[in-house]
């Protein structure tokens, strides 16, 4: 029983590690890929399409929706950043109900790969947005005398948001490992549901959140 | 420790990794299908809108042209309704007019029929009451007619006033002599010299010509006529006021007739 999958090595040579964690991550990244390619080989742009596609454009589609809501600008920039991100979260979190799968998500290594990616794509969108100088002056608002607590704010999200979804799924894990000891029938089922739900929303707070992170940085930018 | 740097590390890659595959494999294909679909249906959406704005000014002119269309019709007809009413006020007042002229040809018709009647009565009536009076006096007097009849003009010759006299010994005077006997029947010559001796004895001429002829109209009669003026005996002058009596008669009769029949 491991907290985290990071702790399960496949494979090892000095500082190079083969854990579960980075071989969940290439199973769901495979998933990810080899079915976006699958579908979008045969796009069609004619009203009847293929359940695969409009399935895939649904999820294109309620992305933008939410990066249009949450942002207030063209979602077409954060696309990439903000979908990957919620993809991964959330079939990550999904596959827990097959067994012997561990959750990338549920290594706290992964969350904060995944935090530390949005701490470099809040400036990264900011600077490119209003330029380093525009970018930088938010930091000094409203007196420069806040500039320390900006900072610490700025690495304190980050932070709380690679444990929040660390904490979430590797609970909900252990949780579900602990109870098959104690109650090995039907119960595990329910909480392994529940799971799945609290990894979709998990996956949506942390994608919500950073969309959030990112636009309060140009949105700053815009007030100066 | 639950942070593995290494791992952290080949995570972030993994994560950059898995952004460009599916930027590729997924958001640039679907986001330029939607586009080129959203373009599609916006084309298709303007090409209906035209095709609506088209259709609808269509609409307006054939409407447009439908109301000219009935205010033409309606034009149209009414000219036909005022030209038919005319028409047929006029075949009507033509149609009166033929029967107008139809009844009043009828009347005129029926009037020459009465009054040819009427002639042919007043001969039917003199010939009879001619004939008749021509037996009475055969089997009363022994009498002819003829006779009577040059007797009574011979008589009322002999009996003129003297004024009557002058009168027509001045329009004999005036017609340059010319003097005419007319008679109903013919006069035999002993009777035309006795006439003429006669007029010469009363002083009505003297040496003038007396010219004979016979009218048959007269039914039974002789006048002597000069130009202005006429001594004559009639038989007619005795029919005249039974002619005048059936006239009146039928007149009548003819009169309750048309209102029996107008009924």
Known sequence: ?224 | MLINWFTVAAQIINFLILLFLLKRFLYEPIVKTIDTRQQKIEASWNKARKEQEIAKQEASLAIEKQQELDLQKEKILTEAREKAEQTRKELIQQARSEVQAMQEEWEKSLDRQQDLFYENLRQQLARQSLEITRRALQDLANAKLEQQAISVFLNRLQNLEESETKQIVESIKNSSGNLVVTSSFELSPQVRQYIINFLKKQNIMNDEKVTFTINNNLILGISLNTSGSEIAWNFADYLQNLEEYYFQYFKDFNKKEREHEGK
């Open chain 1, 1 to 224: 029983m491991e907290i985290t999958p990071d702790n399960i090595i496949y494979w090892q040579r000095e500082w190079l590690t083969l854990n579960a964690t980075i071989v969940f991550t290439w199973v769901v990244m495979a998933i990810l890929v080899l079915g976006s390619w699958l579908v979008t080989r045969n796009l069609s742009v004619k009203p009847k399409l293929s359940r695969w596609q409009n399935a895939l454009e649904i999820i294109v589609e309620t992305i933008n929706n939410q990066i249009r809501d949450a942002s207030g600008r063209e979602p077409t920039q954060f696309l990439p950043f903000i979908g990957t991100l919620f993809l991964f979260i959330c079939l990550s979190n999904i596959l827990t109900i097959v067994p012997g799968y561990q959750p990338p998500t549920g290594s706290l290594s992964t969350t904060a790969a995944l935090a530390l990616c949005v701490f470099v794509a809040v400036p990264w969108f900011g600077i490119r947005d209003r330029g380093l100088i525009g970018y930088l002056k938010q930091y000094l608002q409203p007196t420069p005398f806040m500039l320390p607590f900006n900072i610490i704010g700025e690495i304190s999200r980050i932070i709380s948001l690679a444990i929040r979804l660390f904490g979430n799924i590797m609970s909900g894990s252990l949780l579900v490992a602990i109870l098959l000891s104690l109650v090995p029938l039907f119960f595990p089922v329910v909480m392994q549901a529940f799971g799945i739900v609290v990894g979709v929303i998990q996956a949506y707070v942390f994608t919500i959140l950073s969309m959030v992170y990112i636009a309060s940085g140009m949105r700053a930018q815009r007030k100066t």
